[in-house]
């Protein structure tokens, strides 16, 4: 690069001012690796200077290119028909794809006759023994950069036939600056510990920092959005001191998913059409059997103060394994696994997984999406202590404003729909769920009476969506999903 700037130093010593594309002629190098040239010499002083202009030329196009190898149509038109003979005027058009523009071209340049009354039908002769082929040799000469022997009348001919076209480019004029030299001393980029120990950096020229170059892209991995939604939301419940629940398993019984939520078996959200059944294994067969024992009286006796369902509990209906269709199944297995330690201890827990249900798919809908889920047992908590702990929680997001509907979930009682005023929508959207799980599920699993579960969900598709601008799902995840999409958003930064 050095050794390209200073042979476009020399030029501009002995022209004072010449430009970029007068210099990539004459050194023979792509116009665009000296406008580098020329950019880097600017960026050490003012060495040179330069202004930008704009510069037309003539290229050939494909066709044209074309015609300087086997001639033009007319020449390949006359080429085709026999010296000492004519030829049908039909067989000579299939002589070739150019065959009728060169066929029209030759007759007007007087090299062709027709005879029109021969017995098999036209028949085409040369009228001149020999021929010279212009248009193939103008188009040779402006291949060369030769302008000076064709005329204007005869380049828009040409242009008109297709065969050149004038492209615009951006060149540079470039002259001598005030501190114009030939010989470019390089400039050092670092400062050593040598340079400051012996002292001779002081007599040194040292590279500016060029602030407005842009970084080199790392060529790492890249998250996708989820993923990058999923860290700030992780990070948000950690901050507030709350525990990650293990929800590496997608596939769970109906047991842990329904009927440990006091959720009745022939609820409608309990069939084929809202859940996905696992055919092999189709059964699931370790329960704590003591507490199973429990669910299946409360939901069909009752007790506990409550009448139950009164239906007739089925095992069988209990053991579907299922593709889960929320992440509260796990949160049903670690409040019932809390319930075994020998002292209550109050805890916050959270997840952030993937959950299945057989929707109907549309812009905004898939057979999976991501919940997050929020469960904190203590003695005694309050519905005030639940619409507490989502205004804390939604405020770390940049939500400030919420507000609450009755809701109904068959584990929580109450349940709160939650919403958050909108600012871009002007209006109110509902962005989760949450409620006060029920003792008919609490119970069972053997906490203690006084002691109080309140928990909320919300999806992470949903904030994703909106913090990366995507209106359709299918831009988001699966098989039409842009990588380049992934690779150039940005990290999540919430609002906060
Ligand atoms: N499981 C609920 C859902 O799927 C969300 C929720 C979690 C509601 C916890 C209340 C309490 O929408």
């Not at 009728?100 to 009228?127: C, D, H």
């Not at 859940?275 to 699931?284: R, S, V, Y």
Request: glycine share 8%; aromatic share 10%.
């Amino acid at each position: 690069m050095a050794d390209l700037g200073e042979l476009v130093l020399q030029h501009v010593a002995k022209d004072g001012e010449i430009t970029t594309s007068e210099l990539a002629q004459r050194l023979q190098k792509d116009h665009q690796q000296i406008v580098g040239a020329v950019k880097s010499l600017q960026s050490l002083g003012n060495i040179i200077e330069s202004e930008q202009r704009t510069s037309k030329h003539w290229e050939l196009t494909e066709e044209g290119k074309e015609v300087t190898k086997d001639g033009s149509h007319e020449a390949r038109v006359y080429n085709a028909i026999p010296a000492d003979g004519g030829i049908q005027q039909a067989q000579l058009m299939k002589s070739g794809p150019y065959a009728k523009i060169g066929f029209s071209k030759a007759m007007s340049a007087g090299w062709l006759e027709v005879n029109k009354k021969a017995p098999g039908g036209p028949t085409v002769q040369r009228k001149v023994a020999s021929i010279v082929d212009r248009v193939q040799n103008q188009l040779k000469q402006l291949q060369q950069g030769n302008l000076s022997d064709i005329t204007d009348k005869e380049k828009a001919e040409l242009k008109k036939r297709k065969l050149i076209q004038e492209v615009t480019v951006n060149i540079f004029l470039v002259w001598k600056g005030s501190g114009f030299t030939t010989s470019v001393q390089k400039l050092d980029t670092d400062l050593t510990p040598e340079m400051i120990s012996s002292g001779s950096w002081k007599g040194k020229p040292f590279k500016a920092y060029n602030f407005d170059a842009m970084g080199v892209p790392p060529t790492a991995g890249h998250l996708h959005p989820l993923l990058k939604v999923r860290a700030e939301f992780r990070q948000i419940f950690l901050e507030m001191g709350f525990t990650e629940m293990p929800t590496n398993n997608y596939i769970e019984s109906s047991f842990w998913n329904f009927d440990a939520l006091f959720q009745p078996q022939q609820h409608p959200a309990r069939d084929a059409h809202d859940t996905f059944f696992i055919k092999d294994p189709e059964f699931a067969h370790e329960f704590p059997m003591d507490y199973l024992e429990r669910v299946k009286k409360v939901h069909s006796e009752g007790g506990y103060g409550s009448q139950g369902y009164k239906y007739d509990w089925k095992l069988s209906e209990a053991k579907k394994n299922i593709l889960r269709t929320h992440t509260t199944a796990v949160s049903a297995r670690m409040l019932y696994k809390l319930a075994q330690q020998e002292k209550f201890t109050p805890v916050k827990y959270f997840s952030i997984d993937r959950v299945f249900r057989n929707e109907t798919l549309d812009a905004t809908h898939l057979a999976e999406f991501h919940q997050i889920e929020g469960v904190v047992a203590d003695y005694n908590l309050s519905l005030g202590h639940l619409i507490g702990i989502l205004h804390a929680f939604f405020k770390k997001l940049g939500i400030e404003k919420l507000r609450f509907k009755p809701a109904y979930n068959p584990y929580t009682e109450p349940s709160m729909a939650v919403f958050s005023y909108h600012e871009g929508l002007k209006k109110w959207v509902e962005i989760g769920n949450s409620g006060v799980f029920r003792p008919e599920m609490l119970l069972p699993m053997g906490l203690p009476e006084d002691v109080v579960v309140i928990a909320w969900g919300l999806s992470l598709e949903r904030p994703t969506m909106i913090k990366y601008g995507i209106d359709n799902i299918r831009d988001l995840i699966g098989p039409k999903v842009n990588l380049q999409m992934v690779y150039d958003n940005p990290i999540c930064r919430l609002d906060k």
